[in-house]
């Protein structure tokens, strides 16, 4: 009836209508004509050293050869550079290191970080000061941090000599130069100047749970544990999941300070992935291989982190 009644100010209405349809239009094109430019370099800065990569990775070509990049056809060897890594031994050596490595420091670096931030969650006279003093290592440039544990594990150096205090015998490991305990002495320094991450994360995660939800089960007489286990940790599953999956993708580039400690030695013993590319790079010169390495690297942390994103989603749809 209205709109028999007043066909004028119906169609005045389907006119302005029309109008804010198109205006809003317009303001979208011109979002996307102004940051087009943007846009644009963003796409060439990321494919285009990506397409450049791949394109060396089919090539035997190094800058010993004298020619560019661009010219690398001329030695072009198809997948031969794929195939000589799947049987590449010193590769899948300094893989299996970064895999331990990833192993033993992401969970202990979860662990000690959860333990912290649970005691931090609370209030307690000089928070401010030790949570100040608990980011330091995180601060430490990786290199600084790398030339000070080299320094602490010495066979003379301060790691010794408080073992020697605390056995009441003369201690004299030698931690750089023993293949086992070397890593071990590398993994070290990666907990010290890692778990702060960890438990900065993870402090925001508990600072986010409801905390009406916990005292409602701490007066129904559910204990620490129960609290924890069904209410605290389901709803810090994505944070969990995406504290994990920075940790696990950061260690397996780890390099800086393992390359300061040990150089990748005794031999090979503490030779990571990343130490590896670095040694064939730099050393050797392969360029074309190096390329080769880079992208697998790239697909197997690219799968790494797609099944975090998975679990992520999975996480908040339970």
Not at 199 to 210: D, E, Q, S, T, Y
Request: proline share 4%.
């Amino acid at each position: 009836m209205t709109s028999l009644a007043n066909p004028e100010k119906v169609s005045m209405a389907d006119v302005a209508l029309d109008d804010s349809l198109r205006a809003e239009d317009g303001g979208r094109r011109l979002g996307f004509l102004l940051t087009l430019p943007a846009q644009l370099l963003v796409l060439f800065i990321a494919v285009f050293p990506l397409l450049m990569q791949l394109y060396i990775s089919l090539t035997d070509w190094s800058p010993l050869d004298g020619i560019g990049w661009w010219q690398a056809y001329e030695l072009w060897n198809s997948f031969a550079n794929y195939t000589d890594l799947m049987a590449d031994s010193r590769f899948w050596s300094a893989l299996g290191r970064t895999a331990l490595v990833m192993a033993i420091c992401v969970p202990a670096e979860f662990l000690i970080g959860l333990g912290l931030a649970i005691l931090f969650v609370d209030d307690f006279v000089g928070k401010r000061v030790f949570y100040s003093i608990m980011l330091i290592p995180m601060m430490v440039v990786p290199a600084v941090a790398g030339y000070m544990f080299f320094m602490l594990f010495q066979s003379g150096g301060p790691v010794n000599d408080i073992l020697s205090g605390l056995t009441g015998m003369n201690v004299a490991i030698a931690w750089l130069s023993d293949p086992t305990t070397a890593l071990i002495a590398v993994m070290i320094a990666d907990i010290w100047q890692w778990t702060p991450l960890m438990f900065l994360i993870l402090l925001a995660g508990l600072v986010g749970v409801p905390e009406d939800q916990v005292r409602a089960a701490t007066l129904l007489g559910a204990s620490w544990w129960q609290r924890f286990r069904t209410i605290v940790l389901p709803k810090m599953k994505t944070i969990i999941v995406i504290a994990l999956a920075i940790r696990v993708i950061e260690n397996f580039k780890i390099f800086d300070t393992l390359y300061i400690m040990t150089g990748g030695g005794p031999g090979v013993a503490t030779e990571t992935i990343s130490v590896y590319i670095y040694k064939v790079t730099q050393q050797d010169l392969i360029w074309g291989y190096v390329a080769a390495i880079a992208l697998v690297i790239l697909v197997a942390l690219s799968i790494l982190v797609s099944l975090a994103i998975s679990r992520m989603n999975a996480a908040k749809g339970a």
